[in-house]
């Protein structure tokens, strides 16, 4: 007798389930955009074929996770490789601007030396004029002694 009650259980509470999935088709036949489609040329040809469409269905709700995923991937691949091109770039502008600061600072103790070898020509001619030849130069200024070779320009200025 319990074996009966469990079967006459089970039959209604399939008979419940039947009735609440018919009851959400019916209801998702009825929808607006269901049929809207459902009156199109391939809705007609699937409900006609309803071994295609279960086909379909099926195809379409597993091939949701991968399509999905691979969408996911190629999103993280763009923007790695945005990221990834940006630190690059930076690389390169690092690796590219090095060598420009070298040459600057050659640049740099090369026009130190040159100035200071120019400083140092400067101050020993300079030194040496001052020492050897006192009448060419008195309180840094250049006189001339004034003689008889004067030309006839230098006389008429006068």
Request: with cysteine; glycine share 8%.
């Given at each position: 007798m319990s074996m009966e009650m469990q079967y006459g259980?089970?039959?209604?509470?399939?008979q419940q389930l039947w009735g609440s999935l018919t009851n959400q088709f019916n209801r998702l036949y009825n929808d607006p955009k269901v049929s809207l489609l459902m009156k199109?040329?391939?809705?007609?040809?699937?409900?006609?074929?309803?071994?295609l469409a279960l086909t379909v269905l099926l195809f379409s709700t597993m091939a949701a996770l991968p399509v999905g995923l691979f969408l996911t991937f190629a999103?993280?691949?763009?923007?790695?490789?945005?990221?990834?091109?940006i630190f690059f770039v930076v690389f390169l502008l690092f690796v590219g601007a090095l060598p420009?600061?070298?040459?600057?600072?050659?640049?740099?103790l090369?026009?130190?030396?040159?100035?200071?070898i120019c400083i140092?020509?400067?101050?020993t001619?300079?030194?040496?004029l001052n020492h050897y030849y006192p009448h060419l130069t008195k309180g840094g200024e250049v006189h001339r002694k004034e003689n008889g070779c004067e030309t006839?320009?230098?006389k008429e200025k006068q």
């Open positions: 259980s089970s039959v209604t509470e399939f199109t040329r391939m809705g007609q040809y699937l409900s006609s074929h309803p071994f999103l993280v691949v763009i923007i790695i490789s945005g990221v990834g091109f420009l600061l070298c040459v600057l600072f050659g640049l740099a090369f026009s130190i030396l040159v100035s200071s140092v020509f400067y101050v001619i300079s030194n040496i006839s320009t230098v």
